[in-house]
């Protein structure tokens, strides 16, 4: 459904602000955990300490977008596509800032590691790295178009994303057993990894908010699970 | 269980329709909600399920009204008899011109409800507190009703209504001139009615519907848009015009 506007413009440029933070806050995501992956496979710490700065941005829209849900919810009463717009902006705000933090980890763990990796494990990270900022993108496309096919096929794909990180994490096995001198930097690895896959977790998280709000109906159903073994420990 | 159940009721004044076939069903011991834009004939629907707009000489109604499976709209119906089953509180309050004791005991009375003084005394006592108006007029019940403010004016209406002990209680805006208080003290009120009552409310606050009601119904221009629980219709309502109305973007 595409709303007509509200009757009093205030309430409409409330809700259209909102939703822009959102979108903004989004693309401070897609940039930090872009240059994370990048700064972790080059090695670059100038491009990490970037990362690590700019989080304070995402915080500070998490901040934001949390103040203006409560002004909304107090002086406007939003019903129905209003009240989801809200109660969603809220959900994803903290989805999302929960996304900025893991990848300004990634960028502190890659700080520590002072020499270059085996091009094997970079490229491992990279493909997984690649498959969740794809997954981001898109999932900030639903949000933008209000749709609920896109989301539900993010939260599908998913499954891609824990196989990919399952991959990764062999990669980062074979490296911790290829030498003891490794253990260090491999066990900073091991949850880069891990980051990378919760990263995608709650991309999932914002998928299923983004079928909410357009539809007012719940993803139904378990999503889809790739092989687990490694990630979660189970067989 | 449906306490009232309306069938294709059109409803005229002189040339004009004012309601378009509607068809309702309103559940026993719920708050059903009947909002939607001034003129959309929420009154008259209302006035419709105590046959009141027979005292509108140039209203007709067709249609059937069946309250516990019994069509009022016939002709062998006890008008004063349905309205003492079925009572009203009005957009306007409209106090009699009489004492405040008066206002409320005068029901209980004609219809023999108190056994003496002291029972009647009772009934008018329990009805002004259960509209949350006793603490304020306790000590004046013998001056007239008329000299109430609006709000307690309206109240006083919600006493007098509720005094007969009535099945079905019909209110149009009853909190329309009430503050934020009073409202409340109101709302209270249906919550505990609707254990022994079936209300039906007409309000122009949406958070007001959405608080007291369990079932809610959206008019627009004579016609039902869309009835079904509260719930659905404030949250995720399935026509175009009810999530326009209620999330006012209707222009
Ligand atoms: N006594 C009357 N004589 C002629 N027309 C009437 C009468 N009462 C109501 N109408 C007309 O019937 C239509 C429905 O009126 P009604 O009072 O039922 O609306 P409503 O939904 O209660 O509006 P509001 O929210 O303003 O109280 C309106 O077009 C109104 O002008
Ligand atoms: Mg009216």
């Known amino acids: 459904m595409t709303e007509k506007p509200h009757t009093v413009k205030s309430y409409e440029e409330q809700l259209q602000h909102l939703s822009n933070d959102l979108v903004i806050m989004g693309g401070n995501c897609e940039l930090a955990f872009s240059n994370a992956i990048k700064a972790i496979c080059k090695n670059d710490h100038a491009l990490a300490d970037d990362v690590i700065n700019n989080d304070t941005v995402i915080d500070n829209f998490e901040t934001q977008i949390e103040q203006e849900v409560v002004n909304l919810i107090a002086l406007r009463q939003p019903m129905a596509i209003d009240l989801r717009e809200t109660v969603t902006a809220l959900k994803m705000s903290s989805d999302l800032e929960r996304v900025g933090d893991l990848a300004k980890?990634?960028?502190?763990?890659?700080?520590?590691?002072?020499?270059?990796?085996?091009?094997?494990?970079?490229?491992?990270?990279?493909?997984?790295?690649?498959?969740?900022?794809?997954?981001?993108?898109?999932?900030?496309?639903?949000?933008?178009?209000?749709?609920?096919?896109?989301?539900?096929?993010?939260?599908?794909?998913?499954?891609?994303?824990?196989?990919?990180t399952n991959n990764c994490m062999e990669e980062v096995i074979k490296y911790l057993k290829s030498d003891s001198e490794n253990i260090e930097y491999g066990s900073h690895l091991l949850f880069v990894t891990k980051n990378i896959e919760r990263i995608g977790d709650h991309l999932t998280n914002v998928a299923e908010q983004v079928y909410f709000l357009v539809n007012g109906t719940y993803l139904e159903g378990d999503r889809p699970k790739g092989s687990q073994s490694i990630v979660t420990g189970e067989k | 269980m449906n306490k009232i159940e309306a069938k294709n009721v059109n409803v005229f004044y002189g040339e004009k329709q004012a309601l378009f076939d509607i068809n309702m069903d309103i559940q026993e011991k719920q708050v059903t909600a009947l909002i939607g834009p001034s003129g959309c004939g929420k009154s008259t629907f209302l006035r419709c399920l105590n046959r009141m707009n027979d005292v509108i000489d140039i209203c007709k109604v067709e249609g059937e009204i069946k309250i516990n499976d019994y069509n009022i709209n016939q002709k062998a119906t006890d008008v004063v008899r349905?309205?003492?089953?079925?009572?009203?509180?009005?957009?306007?309050?409209?106090?009699?011109?009489?004492?405040?004791?008066?206002?409320?005991?005068y029901g209980p009375e004609i219809h023999g409800m108190a056994q003496s003084k002291d029972e009647l005394d009772q009934i008018v006592e329990d009805s002004l507190k259960k509209a949350a108006l006793w603490n304020e007029v306790k000590d004046r019940l013998n001056e007239p009703g008329t000299g109430?403010?609006?709000?307690?004016?309206?109240?006083?209406?919600?006493?007098?209504?509720?005094?007969?002990?009535?099945?079905?209680?019909?209110?149009?805006?009853?909190?329309?001139?009430?503050?934020?208080?009073?409202?409340?003290?109101?709302?209270?009120?249906?919550?505990e009615l609707k254990k022994e009552h079936?209300?039906?409310?007409?309000?122009?606050?949406?958070?007001?519907?959405?608080?007291?009601?369990?079932?809610?119904?959206?008019?627009h221009l004579g016609k039902l848009i869309e009835v079904g629980s509260t719930d659905m219709i404030f949250k995720n309502p399935n026509q175009q015009q009810t999530q326009d109305y209620i999330t006012g973007r209707f222009g």
């Open chain 2, 82 to 105: 349905l309205r003492e089953k079925i009572g009203m509180v009005f957009q306007k309050p409209n106090p009699f011109p009489k004492t405040l004791y008066e206002n409320i005991s």
């Open chain 2, 148 to 191: 109430l403010s609006g709000g307690q004016q309206q109240r006083l209406c919600i006493a007098r209504a509720i005094s007969v002990k009535p099945e079905v209680i019909l209110m149009d805006e009853p909190c329309s001139a009430l503050d934020p208080i009073a409202t409340a003290q109101i709302e209270e009120l249906i919550d």
């Open chain 1, 105 to 164: 980890n990634i960028a502190k763990r890659t700080k520590l590691i002072k020499k270059k990796l085996p091009n094997e494990l970079t490229e491992s990270i990279e493909r997984v790295g690649l498959l969740v900022q794809k997954q981001l993108k898109s999932v900030l496309d639903s949000y933008t178009n209000r749709s609920p096919d896109i989301a539900q096929d993010v939260w599908e794909k998913d499954e891609q994303v824990d196989d990919l």
């Open chain 2, 198 to 219: 079936t209300i039906v409310i007409v309000t122009h606050s949406m958070s007001q519907a959405a608080r007291v009601s369990q079932q809610t119904g959206f008019f």
